[in-house]
């Protein structure tokens, strides 16, 4: 009998043999149905594969991230064994499960392939997955996997099995009569998939080398469902409605240009004003929890980021070194804002007294993301970080982390996003060595993040073996209103910098101590989270940080002077907005107000002259009648 551990902590025992499948039916039928693969021991199996030792299992449904990317990767073989019975003697490369759905990269030789042609690879992958064919793991020797495909000609297979070691493990997967050298995991059978549909055709350089062959990657996504396909189209097609590169564009908030470069934002006034009112915002609830703004460079030498180890890890792939006239001073574009704050906290003796200290910075930040990598103001090159490090001694960590927590959630929750979690990512207690501190503090940092999520009551997911090197932390994902999840703000325990850096605070035994250094950034980047947020609420802001609140109408040239002393009694209220005095028609200039999403338009004439008034029409709930500038102003308040 082996013992199986469940994440609750119940301890189940099992005969040596049982699959993740076999568990799940001894716990309901149901479950059973709706099992895609399992984890154990921290690594995701087959759910038929079996368990010989005590193991710890999760069992991975539609609901999980790595259950979804099952059912996809076997979508991906179900593809691949479409696209060989189609067009014969085509070279596969490697068909990975990505975020949203899968794709194959494949060598066609003679055939040409095209979008035209998915509705019958869509058809046959159907025709495919209905013969409920076992997906077949089957473990197999270096030499008689390169004879197999030896045999075959898929030289893109080949390649792969010669970079493995002569003593590694190779497994292949069948699946009716396609054979793919795969690590899995895979779905029990084909039948499970029921709905497909092939999104997109590109080139891409086999295994990402540009010197090398340019193959054909067809993109696809798989459902058990047709109604959760037809679902997920319309999603996608809100999504392109929302996409923040389109309505960046048309709402004027940012530009790129080729001239200035890929990847590198420029914030239009609009922009500008909306992304001032973030930092305001932030900045005013800093400034009551006692962070002090600094501002660091945006250069700084090699060697800063050496001791730091971002060299290391950003050195090769980000921005190279920037030589001076001096011979041998080389300077680096910042990849990080730490190392500066770490210097600042070095620059004068520290007292357990002076801690915790707090340093704050909208400290703007440089990686060289791949061109294809970029992604409007998602991915970019250039990103301002709402940065802030703050310095405790070790007894200091959950207070400190209780309070970066509630911030986060506020900054959240003031953003409109209601729906969102966190992942709290340990160290893997089997593999130590990768980390560096000690196991007290370890334990101290860990606890501490554990009891503030508890005490916060923010829903949470753990992961083992996920931690940055220097410490535990803690991923806001937040999903928006199309149900994406997206990865903003982070929380962070480091225990690595202030001993790079070899920084102390004398402590109370007057003698020195390390401090233990948090990072944190609420927003994520400004770039990213203005990106999101305008894809969350479709370009129509929360009024009180949308850069233009209202538009004055005037019907003719004749009450321009009118609409000026409207726009003069706004101001005063700190209302903000401007007067559309184009000689159009009043219905046009309804529409074209409407299209730049502004929350409120005020139409103005002889009428609201004459009775100083405006008539106010409100985005999304139309005409609310005519209104005095008092009674405006008091509803407005009401809105924000």
């Known amino acids: 009998m082996i013992n199986i551990s469940f994440p609750d902590g119940n301890v189940r025992q099992y005969e040596a043999g049982a699959t993740a499948m076999d568990i ?9 149905r709706n099992v895609l693969s399992a984890r154990i021991n921290g690594e995701v199996w087959d759910a038929h594969r079996p368990i010989s030792e005590d193991s710890k299992i999760e069992l991975l449904t539609w ?14 073989h179900l593809m691949a064994e479409a696209l060989e019975q189609i067009y014969p003697g085509i070279k596969l490369g490697t068909g990975p499960a990505i975020s949203n759905g899968f794709y194959y990269d494949i060598d066609p030789g003679e055939h040409k392939i095209s979008s035209d042609d998915f509705p019958k690879i869509e058809k046959k ?19 008689d996997a390169l004879k197999y495909f030896t045999e075959k000609g898929d030289e893109y297979k080949i390649e792969l099995i010669e970079k493995r070691g002569a003593d590694e493990a190779l497994t292949l997967y069948t699946q009716g ?4 050298l795969c690590r899995g995991p895979h779905l029990l059978d ?65 530009m790129f240009s080729e001239k200035v470069g890929g990847g590198l934002p420029i914030w239009l006034p609009k922009g500008a004003a909306l992304r001032s009112r973030l930092e305001d915002f932030l900045k005013k609830e800093q400034l009551k929890r006692g962070y002090q703004p600094v501002i660091t460079p945006h250069i700084a030498k090699k ?32 990849p990080m ?31 060289y993301e791949q061109t294809g990598e970029l992604h409007g103001l998602t991915r970019v090159r250039g990103f301002t970080q709402d940065d802030a490090h703050l310095f405790c001694t070790p007894d200091q960590v959950k207070g400190e982390f209780i309070d970066v927590l509630e911030l986060t959630m506020h900054v959240i929750s003031k953003m409109g996003f209601e729906d969102f979690t966190a992942q709290i990512s340990l160290r893997d207690p089997d593999n130590k060595e990768k980390y560096i501190g000690s196991d007290e503090n370890w334990e101290k940092a860990e606890r501490a993040i554990i009891e503030a999520t508890q005490e916060s009551g923010l829903k949470t997911t753990t992961e083992l073996g996920e931690a940055a090197f220097y410490g535990p932390k803690l991923d806001f994902m937040v999903k928006d209103a199309l149900g994406r999840s997206w990865q903003l703000g982070t929380i962070q325990v480091d225990y690595n910098l202030p ?50 609140q209202y538009a004055i109408l005037p019907i003719s040239d004749k009450y321009i002077d009118y609409a000026k002393k409207i726009e003069a009694e706004l101001n005063q209220h700190d209302i903000r907005g401007y007067i559309d005095d184009r000689t159009e028609s009043i219905g046009r200039k309804i529409r074209d107000t409407e299209v730049k999403k502004i929350p409120f338009m005020f139409i103005v004439g002889e009428k609201e002259e004459e009775s100083k008034t405006i008539s106010v029409r409100k985005q999304g709930d139309g005409d609310l009648g005519a209104m005095t500038m008092e009674k405006f102003a008091a509803y407005f308040q009401e809105q924000l």
């Open 24 to 32: 799940a039916k001894s716990i309901s039928e149901g479950l059973a």
């Open 63 to 76: 609901n999980d991230e790595d259950g979804k990317k099952t059912f996809w990767h076997s979508s991906a």
């Open 125 to 143: 992958m159907i025709e495919l997955a209905r013969e409920k064919n076992a997906f077949v793991r089957k473990d197999i020797s270096k030499e």
């Open 177 to 180: 009569g396609f054979v793919d």
């Open 190 to 254: 084909t039948s499970k998939i029921k709905a497909v549909k092939l999104m997109n055709v590109a080139g891409a350089f086999w295994q990402g080398d540009d010197t090398r062959q340019q193959m054909t990657r067809i993109y696809g996504v798989s459902f058990g469902k047709q109604k959760e396909l037809t679902q997920y189209l319309e999603m996608l097609e809100e999504a392109k409605k929302r996409d923040h590169r389109k309505l960046g564009k048309e709402l004027g908030l940012f």
């Open 303 to 334: 060697d800063l980021y050496v001791t730091s180890g971002h060299w290391e890890k950003y050195g090769e792939d980000s921005f190279q070194p920037i030589q001076t006239p001096k011979e041998g001073e080389v300077f680096m574009l910042k």
């Open 337 to 367: 804002n730490c190392p500066h704050h770490c210097e600042i906290f070095a620059n004068e003796p520290r007292s357990y007294r002076d801690l915790p200290y707090r340093l704050a910075e909208f400290g703007t930040v440089y990686r």
């Open 499 to 548: 001993e790079r850096f070899e920084l102390e605070y004398i402590g109370a035994d007057n003698k020195p101590h390390r401090p233990v250094m948090i990072h944190r950034a609420p927003f994520g980047s400004m770039e990213r989270f203005i990106g999101v947020l305008t894809e969350h609420c479709a370009g129509k802001f929360p009024l009180w940080l949308t850069p233009e």
